[in-house]
């Protein structure tokens, strides 16, 4: 049986390539195609890996990445004047543009209607906001800090030990254990240093199931800082 899970916070191709731009802090009206492909297909393969539900849009998105990552490979067509040619970017860009406007719209929006709760409760004092609201994270970003364990685990010696196989279930029962006695906890100390592909895997799919449960919450604190887990709010 195939083990899969669906999250609502990730939206999209165009999501993941916000977020690829964001965390290579490249200009988006000059986006370096090959590299951003190629992390691309990685955040595929990953997601692939892990069994999580794909959908057909980021198969044609990828695919329109190889085609103007090979655009922009060939030569300029014959006859046509330097500099005139329409940079096959272009479009993508477009794209990008438009929707990270429609999605900055859209959380200004959701701000706005959180904002304008605090101003109609009718019973019960008032709380000042906290000036240190953490920042909630998105799958891309899970999925980024998971590849960073990942490769630190390539850099290990590896040790086959043949063992009884571990299940999603019951490290989702060691999360919360750990939870339970020390909160909240570094994403990075959820896996043991030393432990096997297997084990990680198993791991971050655990959290990821407990995060769809509504189980336990992740955050950070500051853009790109440590993400931090802890069990959700009674």
Do not use: C
């Amino acid at each position: 049986m195939v083990y899969q899970i669906r999250l609502p916070t990730f939206e999209g191709p165009l999501d993941l390539l916000l977020h690829l731009i964001r965390v290579n802090q490249v200009d988006i009206y000059d986006i370096p195609i090959a590299r951003i492909t190629d992390e691309y297909f990685q955040y595929l393969r990953m997601m692939e890996e892990l069994d999580l539900e794909m959908a057909g849009d980021f198969l044609v998105m990828a695919a329109t990445l190889v085609y103007i990552k090979s655009r922009m490979l060939l030569p300029p067509e014959t006859g046509e004047e330097e500099g005139l040619e329409e940079d096959p970017r272009t479009p993508l860009v477009d794209m990008l543009v438009e929707y990270q406007r429609f999605k900055s719209a859209s959380e200004a929006l959701a701000l706005q209607e959180d904002r304008q709760r605090q101003y109609f409760i009718r019973t019960g004092p008032l709380e000042l906001p906290s000036t240190g609201v953490p920042l909630e994270i998105n799958l891309a970003d899970l999925l980024g800090a998971f590849q960073a364990v990942l490769a630190r685990a390539r850099e290990r010696p590896v040790l086959e030990i043949m063992a009884r196989p571990l299940t999603t279930g019951e490290r989702m029962v060691a999360i919360l254990d750990r939870l339970a006695l020390e909160e909240p906890v570094n994403f990075e100390g959820l896996f043991s240093p030393g432990a096997d592909r297997a084990f990680l895997v198993v791991t971050f799919l655990a959290l990821l199931e407990l995060i769809r449960q509504g189980a336990v919450r992740v955050w950070q604190t500051v853009p790109f800082g440590a993400i931090l887990i802890a069990r959700a709010a009674a």
